[in-house]
T-cell receptor, first 115, second 114 residues
Framework: AQSVTQLDSQVPVFEEAPVELRCNYS??????LFWYVQYPNQGLQLLLK??????LVKGINGFEAEFNKSQTSFHLRKPSVHISDTAEYFC?????????????FGKGTKLSVIP | DSGVTQTPKHLITATGQRVTLRCSPR?????VYWYQQSLDQGLQFLIH???????AKGNILERFSAQQFPDLHSELNLSSLELGDSALYFC?????????????FGPGTRLTVL
């Protein structure tokens, strides 16, 4: 079984400042890792994913994340946030080669961008 | 727009009742996943169907059931509803059976049990 821990439930940050949203996971097997964003009253949208290869992955809207296998982390970063980035962000994992690829999500981090 | 549609958008019902939530996946997607999002439990996987067959079950109550029809749309049936079943229910679809396939989420059905 897998578990995902998002260390911060809420992160306030000023506009144009950098931000890092932290995610750690636990799994006995290899996993694929994802970050999803949920804007108010909407469904989830994929920001980026790590499948294999380079540990630094770039996604949409200027976000990037770095996979660290030894620390079982997959932190999300953006060098300069905008008001429009205000949303809830979810880290998720799914096992490699399991036959069914349901996502296990963290509890989410609410990012509030302050003008 | 993800291409995944869910109906209804909102549903208000009473305890003890039964409801059906509907999901139409993106064109060509064979996999449908159902998730429940609640304030206390967060986002939890319920069930996965692939091309009409059940592939995996998560934390789905016995009062809940689902199916995927030949046209690939899926329905989630919730019966003997309790106050604690109030939540946002999402379905997601993907094209295949690889974990690398992106899951596209619908807008959700907000269920309120009074």
């Amino acid at each position: 079984a897998q578990s995902v821990t998002q260390l911060d439930s809420q992160v306030p940050v000023f506009e144009e400042a950098p931000v890092e949203l932290r995610c750690n996971y636990s799994s006995s097997v290899s996993v694929y890792l994802f970050w999803y964003v949920q804007y108010p009253n909407q469904g989830l949208q994929l920001l980026l994913k790590y499948l294999s290869g380079s540990t630094l992955v770039k996604g949409i809207n200027g976000f990037e994340a770095e996979f660290n296998k030894s620390q079982t982390s997959f932190h999300l970063r953006k060098p300069s946030v905008h008001i429009s980035d205000t949303a809830e962000y979810f880290c998720a994992v799914t096992p490699v080669g399991a036959g069914s690829y349901q996502l296990t999500f963290g509890k989410g981090t609410k990012l509030s961008v302050i003008p | 727009d993800s291409g995944v549609t869910q109906t209804p958008k909102h549903l208000i019902t009473a305890t003890g009742q039964r409801v059906t939530l509907r999901c139409s996946p993106r064109s060509g997607d064979l996999s449908v996943y159902w998730y429940q999002q609640s304030l206390d439990q967060g986002l939890q996987f319920l069930i996965h169907y692939y091309n009409g067959e059940e592939r995996a079950k998560g934390n789905i109550l016995e009062r809940f059931s689902a199916q995927q029809f030949p046209d690939l749309h899926s329905e989630l049936n919730l019966s003997s509803l309790e106050l604690g079943d109030s939540a946002l229910y999402f379905c997601a679809s993907s094209s295949g059976t690889s974990g690398s396939n992106e899951q596209f989420f619908g807008p959700g059905t907000r269920l309120t049990v009074l």
